[in-house]
């Protein structure tokens, strides 16, 4: 007698008490501390902080470890945590020109003041294994000047001075800037909305769309007018008090693309701006994400529509890796009372092509 | 007490849970038209609210929802800081701003087409009305027909203004778009969606 | 580190109010999708996140939870969903559809009537009807601000045209109190007409997509169709084999590699019902035919 699938609840249990034992692998090699994954693996940590929305090194080494390394599933981890957590309001808007920087390019200058300061970057290394790496040891110390005190002004407002670059818009206190996680989202977007869904983006896909744009798929000509990594302060208006108290301090990307110029009749030329900000040290996503910005910026720029990166519905709902995952994993949920429905009609459409067509179609086997 | 001080009157003893059981109450009546819905007495009000006003405010309102008051809410004294305290919403001058409009006397309903009445895109973008009425047990019969009621239900209630029911019948010809009331009395509540079309018993 | 504390049923107060007022919008505009400021869920989106939500915002202690997946109270999904509830609420929970107050689904609704009082919430994956024919929202959302539904009727004519039928078996389109189209989420369109004045009140939740839309009861619910191609419910042509009902959907149980199946009720709690009233089926059945009827 048939007997229909039962001990569902026993077999999840017992896959996640394999799943478990798989994540910690072979007990004879030591485990992972969080603090190994936070400093060892940092740029992971920077990624699922970005992605996940959540500036937390330690949550963020958590759920990398929980995740066995799979960043997007440890991305969710952070988020299905994050949307649990109290709202108390929102900082000051950080000020990136005052950032404690540890590295700093332009590809548009020379020398600019403060000068190009290369920091840590895989840049220009050989990409050839490293086989001391394989064994424990500890790399040279590293060379360091001494704290420079002198203003490292961002390229960007260099070039506003002049008036070459068009002015970053300011802030309008009677328009709040949007949250798509507290508020249905509805386009068009602002672009306030537009570069928070990016900076929540997945970094694979605004890579792919960037490097479209570069490819003449909305092409923009871009210019990386500076990248800058390093700590800035984080400040929080106290309304009780009545000023901005320090809260701490936040290492972050910027990427700020300088763009083929607009102008108009009652307008000189210049040039426009495509933005990227990350937790962490992002380049990668930074730069697409300044990319992918200025190709969205194309319907107030007055460019032609052609391409997917400045589809401004295409973009934003398809950049969200926790949502684009999901939707694609679902489909290993069951889905065979659907497929039944389907199958029923695919028989008797076959069945009438048979009768119709007087041709004998290859019966079923049990039939 | 005296005169001078007025002194804030609690909100829900449970948050949680009465939130819960006053918005099932709601839920049910919206999904049911005239369908008269018990509320509990959850804890304090102002004395110029009534229970089923208290309840639904505290189970809906937050600093998310434009709030309007009328003009007997809004001269009542506590009313304001009680909604302040307990509720957090905004309270707007604009009833077409408002998500929420509580109205305490009849003769300061404005207008219905004052209100939010959402748009063709977006029809929820509307204000949900909720009216203190005299009783949504005795009165005039009305007649309910719309989704929600199984072919005709009627209600006997005490409403003032005595036309509103004459007044919601702007939204046959807005529907999407249109206003949702929610009547609400000291035991009960009663509400009255976009969708339902009422007429007096016998007519 | 912060540890995680969690309130009743999940989610903080704030969000369960601003999901509650998104239902009773929809509940006043039946079929309209009224967008929502979903939040991120412990489970993956597509996974019911849209439909856990609905249910985390309507259920109290007083509650009977079902939860349902394909028909079945034992799918993993189902179970996972179930203990979800169990766990952060405290909820009682059934099998039986008659003793639910709140039966979460996906893909099918009971076979057994609902009645008043019941809130049945769906799990949906892409909430929009129209979204297979139109991908963007702007234009979706204009063509329901209109109620220009041409477009669908030319698709399923354009089935009509290929295939002889309308070719569309589950997520079948409903028009909903004369106004708006919906999609009923991917239930097979045998359900469909259990939707149609409804005692209970349907609800559907669509996390991913941040939609919520919903059915009140006695609402007129139709299958769009044409005078010459009316829709038909899908049935089948033999009994369920373990309870002999003739009128619920079947799952179909390859049984084994010679092309040998045998088909049993989806809805195992009717199935099991119906065996615990002493009906019986052809266990073991002989492989049948199956066709549509009218």
């Known amino acids: 007698m048939y007997v229909a699938v039962k001990g569902g609840e026993r077999a999840i249990e017992n896959a996640h008490r394999l799943l478990a034992h798989e994540r910690r692998g072979d007990r004879s090699v030591p ?34 470890k929980q995740a066995r390394g799979d960043l997007i599933e440890a991305i969710f981890l952070v988020r299905a945590f994050r949307a649990t957590l109290p709202r108390f309001g929102a900082t000051e808007p950080v000020d990136t020109g005052e950032m404690r920087v540890q590295r700093r390019v332009s590809s548009t ?7 190009q300061v290369l920091g840590p970057t895989f840049d220009y290394t050989h990409r050839l294994l490293d086989p001391a790496l394989a064994e424990a040891g500890d790399p040279e110390a590293p060379a360091l000047a001494s704290t420079s005190d002198a203003p490292m002004p961002r390229v960007t407002d260099i070039l506003g001075q002049d008036g070459l670059i068009e002015r970053s818009p300011d ?18 977007a602002g672009r306030d909305l537009r570069l928070q869904n990016l900076a929540r983006g997945d970094e694979g896909f605004l890579l792919a769309l960037g490097y479209s744009t570069q490819r003449g798929y909305g092409r923009n000509h871009p210019f990386a007018g500076e990248i800058r990594f390093g700590e800035v302060e984080v400040e929080f208006f106290a309304e009780e008090i009545g000023f901005a108290v320090p809260l701490g301090s936040l290492a972050l990307t910027e990427c700020q693309m300088v763009n083929q110029f607009k102008g108009s009749a009652s307008e000189p030329p210049c040039f426009t701006r495509g933005y990227g900000l990350a937790f962490g040290q992002s380049e990668r996503k930074t730069m697409s994400m300044a990319l992918v910005d200025r190709a969205l910026r194309a319907r107030e720029l007055g460019e032609d529509l052609i391409a997917p990166a400045q589809d401004e519905e295409f973009v934003m709902s398809h950049s969200d890796n926790v949502q684009a995952t999901g939707f694609v994993e679902h489909l290993k949920l069951p889905h065979y009372v659907d497929f039944q429905s389907e199958l029923g009609l695919l028989r008797k459409l076959r069945q009438e092509f048979a009768d119709a067509n007087a041709v004998p179609v290859l019966k079923e086997a049990a039939e | 007490m005296t005169a001078m001080t007025v002194e804030l009157q609690p909100g829900f003893a449970d948050k949680v849970l009465s939130a819960q059981s006053t918005f099932r109450m709601v839920m049910e009546a919206m999904a049911r038209p005239g369908h008269v819905m018990p509320v509990d007495d959850g804890g304090g009000r102002p004395p110029s609210m009534m229970a089923g006003v208290a309840a639904i405010a505290l189970t809906l309102l937050d600093q998310d929802t434009p709030l309007w008051l009328d003009a007997a809410f809004a001269r009542a004294p506590d009313v304001g800081t009680w909604l302040k305290f307990h509720t957090g919403a905004p309270v707007v001058t604009r009833p077409d701003l408002a998500g929420f409009a509580l109205v305490a006397a009849s003769e300061t309903l404005p207008d219905l087409t004052s209100f939010a009445l959402g748009t063709p895109e977006y029809p929820d973008r509307s204000t949900t009305l909720i009216l203190q009425v005299p009783s949504l047990s005795t009165g005039p019969t009305f007649h309910l027909r719309g989704p929600g009621i199984d072919g005709v239900t009627s209600l006997a209630a005490t409403i003032e203004p005595r036309d509103l029911f004459a007044r919601l019948s702007i939204n046959e010809a807005l529907f999407p778009r249109g206003i949702d009331v929610i009547l609400a009395d000291d035991q009960s509540l009663v509400a009255i969606p976009r969708t339902t079309r009422l007429s007096p018993a016998g007519a | 580190m912060n540890a995680p504390t969690y309130n009743f049923a999940y989610l903080d107060e704030q969000t369960k109010r601003m ?10 505009i039946p079929g309209y999708q009224v967008p929502f400021a979903s939040r991120e869920m412990p489970m993956p989106y597509g996974w019911g996140t849209g439909g856990v939500q609905v249910t985390a915002a309507i259920l109290g202690p007083h509650d009977v939870l079902k939860v349902i997946d394909q028909g079945s109270d034992d799918t993993t999904n189902a179970i996972s969903i179930r203990k979800f509830f169990a766990k952060t609420a405290g909820v009682e929970t059934t099998t039986s559809t008659e003793e639910a107050s709140v039966i979460q689904t996906r893909h099918r609704i009971p076979e057994a009537p609902l009645r008043e009082g019941q809130v049945l919430v769906f799990q949906v994956p892409i909430p929009e009807p129209l979204r297979f024919l139109e991908p963007r929202e702007t234009e979706t959302r204009r063509m329901h601000a209109l109620a220009e539904y041409g477009l669908m009727h030319v698709k399923l004519y354009e089935d009509i045209a290929r295939f002889g039928h309308i070719a569309t078996s589950y997520a079948y389109p409903v028009k909903v109190n004369a106004r708006y189209v919906m999609d009923p989420s991917p239930t097979p369109k045998f359900d469909n007409p259990k939707m149609d004045n409804c005692p209970a009140l349907q609800l559907f939740g669509a996390g991913r997509e941040k939609r919520i839309y919903a059915i009140p009861p006695y609402t007129s619910v139709v299958s769009l169709d044409f005078e010459d191609h009316p829709f038909t419910r899908y049935k089948f042509d033999a009994p369920c084999a373990l309870c002999g009902a003739e009128d619920s959907y079947l799952d179909e149980i390859v049984t084994d590699d010679k092309g040998s199946r045998m088909f049993v009720c989806s809805d195992t709690d009717y199935c099991e019902g119906r065996q615990a009233a002493g009906h019986r089926g052809v266990e073991n059945a002989a492989p049948h035919k199956e066709g549509a009827h009218g």
Do not use: N
Request: charged share 25%.
């Open chain 1, 31 to 64: 485990e992972l501390s969080l603090a190994q994954i936070s400093e060892q693996l940092g740029l992971a940590v920077d990624r699922v902080m970005s992605e996940g929305s959540l500036y937390d090194r330690e949550l963020a080494a958590l759920a990398i």
């Open chain 1, 109 to 115: 200058f020379k020398d600019i003041p403060g000068g």
């Open chain 1, 171 to 188: 802030a309008d206190p009677d328009v709040p800037v949007g949250d798509l996680t507290r508020d249905p989202l509805s386009y068009p």
């Open chain 3, 19 to 28: 999901i509650r007022r998104a239902i009773l919008k929809a509940i006043a």
